[in-house]
């Protein structure tokens, strides 16, 4: 049953940082990949950094949009490389 949450609040997460990086979304399936995917890379940033934003909703959607913007600026700049 948690997969399916993390699938629907990583879909959200991605929407929202494609909405904030790009100005639209990804695009289905690429909006939960951006979410899960971030929420993964600012969880370990977060950590790393020894930031505790606390738990719960908020914070894990704002931890799952910080690390689907380092995502999209990672993908930016490997693109503009080719």
Do not use: C, H, P, Q
Not at 3 to 17: E, N, P, R
Not at 21 to 33: A, K
Not at 44 to 58: A, C, E, P, R, V
């Amino acid at each position: 049953m948690n997969w399916i949450l993390y699938i629907i609040f990583g879909g959200f997460a991605g929407w929202l940082t494609g909405k904030l990086f790009r100005g639209e979304g990804f695009g289905f399936f690429r909006n939960i990949i951006v979410g899960i995917v971030g929420g993964i890379i600012g969880g370990w940033l977060f950590k790393l950094l020894n930031i505790n934003i606390g738990d719960g909703f908020w914070a894990s959607l704002f931890t799952a949009i910080v690390g689907g913007g380092i995502l999209v600026v990672i993908v930016r700049l490997l693109k503009k490389e080719r």
